[in-house]
């Protein structure tokens, strides 16, 4: 009986469920961006809808204090800008298409603000992670400046540390969308970048994750 066990053993480490390895081989490798375009809580609530985006973060990053605290970035003592780690499927959506998106989903041509939000910490920024990406973002940004009036005044800089920001700020516009800011600023941006996304068919199925 034993022998019997452990040969089983053998065998079943050596042929995994056609299931179990099915589902390994379908898991998508994800990759991400880490993009700043005013408060987090905007850029959170309308990247999570753009289909093949897996999880939007908000955090901090473009400076150079440690764990920085959300007091601290919106004193403007860190240097940090509130951003977002989009994590995507790269079978579904590219990063260009990420980018590319980046400058309907706010104002880049206004310097260090968004609307009333005013503020190193809410500045335009681009964090590269490779020489690849900083490529397609230099000339994702060339061809959208012939929609502007103004300059592009993005800042398009190496990723040296994503902080994820504390957990309250996480699916900010979803758990309080009666919040006078969600309300006013958060959710309206939102549902005009959901509209873009529509438009151009890349708006995530309902349901869809």
Request: proline residues 6%.
């Amino acid at each position: 009986m034993k022998t019997y066990l452990a040969l089983a053993a053998v065998f079943f480490l050596m042929n995994p469920p056609a299931n179990a390895a099915d589902a390994k081989a379908s898991t998508p490798k994800l990759e991400s961006v880490v993009i700043g375009g005013g408060c987090f809580w905007c850029v959170e609530a309308q990247y999570k809808y753009l289909k093949g985006v897996k999880t939007a973060i908000s955090g901090y990053a473009g400076g150079e204090k440690d764990n920085p605290t959300y007091k601290e970035v919106c004193n403007g003592d860190t240097g940090h800008a509130e951003v977002v780690r989009v994590e995507y499927d790269p079978s579904v959506i590219s990063y260009k298409e990420i980018i590319d998106l980046f400058w309907e989903a706010h104002d880049p041509t206004t310097l260090n603000r968004q609307g009333n939000d005013v503020g190193t910490q809410y500045r335009s920024i681009i964090l590269y992670t490779s020489d690849e990406q900083k490529k397609i973002a230099e000339a994702s940004m060339a061809a959208a400046q012939k929609n502007f009036s103004s300059p592009i005044v993005t800042q398009i800089v190496p990723l040296k540390k994503f902080y994820p920001a504390e957990d309250y700020h996480q699916n900010y516009q979803e758990l309080n969308p009666y919040q006078p800011y969600v309300r006013g600023v958060v959710t309206p941006k939102m549902e005009k970048f959901k509209h873009k996304l529509e438009e151009k068919g890349k708006l995530k199925a309902e349901g869809e994750k």
